[in-house]
């Protein structure tokens, strides 16, 4: 079992930068994938980024590439999502999800999710 906490969430003007954490508890959070997700209202649960264990490597969504860094701190058991340049269509909740996975696809590739984080950017 592992559970997930997100945190940093809030308000930011376009063009600014947040930086929103997902702290891992239960298990040992290095041999997870851990990918990031949004979901705006009376939308989809959109995929932002993921971050694997198995090799280091980091993927990212075409919307927001170029735009956000997933680092984590597997001493902290804690995985950050960066965003800048933010835009008001990044307005959404956003959850981090984990999975033992070596290379999880979408949201059904993750079994483990937090509550989110409500992230607005205001224009």
């Known amino acids: 079992q592992v559970l997930l906490e997100e945190s940093g969430g809030g308000l930011v003007q376009a063009g600014g930068s947040l930086r929103v954490s997902c702290a891992a508890s239960?298990?040992?959070?290095?041999?997870?994938?851990v990918g990031w997700f949004r979901q705006a209202p009376g939308k989809e649960r959109e995929f932002v980024g993921v971050s694997r264990w198995s090799d280091g490597s980091t993927y990212y969504g075409d919307s927001v590439k170029d735009r956000v860094t997933i680092s984590r701190d597997n001493a902290k058991n804690t995985v950050y999502l960066q965003m800048n340049s933010l835009k008001p269509e990044d307005t959404a909740v956003y959850y981090c999800?984990?999975?033992?996975?070596?290379?999880?696809?979408?949201?059904?590739?993750?079994?483990?999710w937090g509550q989110g984080t409500q992230v607005t950017v205001s224009s």
């Open positions: 999800a984990a999975s033992s996975l070596l290379s999880p696809r979408g949201v059904r590739g993750f079994a483990y």
């Open positions: 239960g298990r040992t959070f290095s041999r997870y994938a």
